[in-house]
């Protein structure tokens, strides 16, 4: 199970929210699971650099100001829906069946 299960499924879908509700097309539970894989990324970046000098590796500066960016994007996501300005809608799983390699 992925972090996005538990967090859509305490949601407010368009039906619990305003009528001029801005309709986001992320879930917050997507937008949690990027945010896990981007700490496994500062994780691996670190890994076996010094501290000092990975802060200065523009790959690291990247992926920090993505984490940022995120981390906002979430927290004005999540404000919106409790205030029934954004809404978002779960569209059930589709089973695609698995085209046969030739």
Not at 14 to 41: C, I, K, N
Not at 54 to 63: I, S
């Amino acid at each position: 199970m992925s972090a996005r299960e538990p967090v859509t499924s305490t949601r407010l879908t368009q039906e619990a929210a305003d009528w001029y509700a801005r309709l986001h097309s992320e879930t917050p539970g997507a937008m949690v699971d990027r945010l896990s894989l981007l700490a496994l990324e500062i994780c691996h970046a670190r890994r076996g650099a010094d501290p000092i000098v990975a802060r200065l590796d523009p790959g690291f500066k990247r992926l920090a100001a993505q984490r940022r960016d995120l981390c906002d994007c979430l927290d004005r996501l999540l404000r919106e829906l409790a205030d029934g300005q954004a809404c978002f809608h779960l569209y059930e799983p589709t089973h695609i069946p698995a085209w046969p390699c030739r």
